[in-house]
């Protein structure tokens, strides 16, 4: 979802291509997990790597809504099977469930006209059943690879349907992919863990880009080799991360002489859509946190903070399952400087002088709450 035109080149990830194409080819193994943080090109590996197998080759994206468990039931699943529809014609998907009356036809009307309207009585077992068909039998034609984006916004009936899918599925020439943000989140745990147990899956953690990979990115969105200390900047604030590389580069190739410091309008925009879905409390609790500086200290936080303990608890739990903050021996960091630079650009004036007037106060009333320098 946090995509930006002119993704550049695709530099680097040659091991995680090769492990993808290894286990399409490994019929040992249907299931690879990509794990990894906003940004990181989870979604391009995917794109890449559906890209380059054969026009034969039925590839299937579903995407998990952010609305999450206030969202449409099995929403990813719908689209998969609408674009599986579009691909292959309603003749040939009835043909491969030759039932009447299926459980799938509630979100396919085109089905319904076909096969008969699904039965009042129609179980989420039967549904299950039907979908794990329908993928079992076009793989028998031609290989299948199915793509679910951001299982970590995946509802419990998304859930469900893919721990079936990961447990029963046995086609040779058929391959799922999911791709996830680690969380610390318990629904997520949870589901990963039980998927990792199951002998067929593998997962991938993409790591960030190297020095020299930076630069290579750099280097086709500049259309020209960077100057070695503009690629050791955007390197060092971008921490290889390749959303951020792409940003910042783009925004060095429409103005040469911009401080690769400087955060681009888009990216910031980018970076602040983090935020969305969280609370007001923990929306306020990670302002407060980005004057304050990263890392700082738990104990600066709590004296600075008007939240009540509970509140304050709940604050931190929701941005560390968000992974918006990190903890640390002492206290807490933002996982980028990007990340808080941009909460910090995006608060008013006056809102700063508040914030940084409430973190003095606390320092000058506890001197065990500053720095050890």
């Known amino acids: 979802m946090l995509s930006l035109p002119d993704r550049g080149a695709f530099v680097g990830r040659a091991a995680e291509v090769a ?20 940004g990181l090109g989870k979604s391009r590996l995917v794109s890449e790597f559906t890209s380059r197998l054969g026009a034969d080759v039925v590839a299937l994206v579903g995407q998990c809504p952010e609305s999450g468990d206030n969202g449409v039931p099995f929403a990813p699943f719908v689209s998969i099977m609408r674009a599986l529809l ?27 006209m076909r096969a008969g309207s699904a039965e009042p009585e129609s179980d989420r077992i ?145 970076l602040l859509d983090y935020q969305s879905g969280l609370p007001d409390d923990a929306k306020a609790l990670l302002r407060l946190a980005a004057v304050a500086g990263s890392p700082v200290r738990g104990g600066l936080l709590e004296s600075a903070t008007d939240l009540t ?6 604050a931190l739990r929701q941005l560390t399952e968000q992974r918006l903050l990190l903890a640390t021996d002492t206290g807490y960091e933002f996982p980028h400087s990007l990340i808080r630079d941009a909460v910090y650009d995006d608060l008013l004036p006056i809102e700063r ?18 720095a050890d320098d």
């Open 309 to 314: 303990d509970d509140a304050l608890d709940l």
């Open 86 to 112: 579009r691909r292959i014609g309603i003749e040939e998907l009835t043909a491969l469930l030759p039932v009447t009356r299926p459980a799938l036809s509630r979100w396919l009307p085109e089905l319904a």
């Open 353 to 370: 002088k508040r914030l940084h007037t409430r973190l003095s106060h606390a320092l000058i009333a506890d001197d065990t709450l500053r």
């Open 126 to 270: 039967r549904l299950f059943g039907e979908i794990l068909t329908v993928l079992e039998q076009l793989a028998l034609a031609r290989p299948v690879v199915l793509v679910l984006e951001d299982l970590h916004w995946a509802d419990d009936s998304s859930q469900e349907l893919l721990a079936f899918l990961v447990a029963d599925l046995a086609q040779r020439d058929l391959l799922l992919i999911g791709t996830y943000r680690p969380s610390d989140a318990e629904p997520l745990r949870r589901l990963v863990a039980g998927l990792r147990r199951n002998p067929g899956v593998r997962v991938l953690n993409p790591e960030p880009l190297t020095k020299h990979e930076v630069g290579r990115q750099l280097a086709a969105l500049l259309g020209r080799e960077p100057d070695p200390g503009i690629g050791t900047r955007v390197f060092q604030r971008s921490k290889g991360i390749p959303l951020f590389v792409e940003a910042l580069g783009r925004a060095l190739r429409a103005d040469p002489d911009r401080a690769p410091e400087d955060v681009p309008a888009d990216l910031s925009e980018l």
């Open 19 to 38: 492990a993808l194409q290894q286990a399409y080819r490994d019929e040992w193994v249907h299931t690879v997990l990509i794990a990894g943080e906003p």
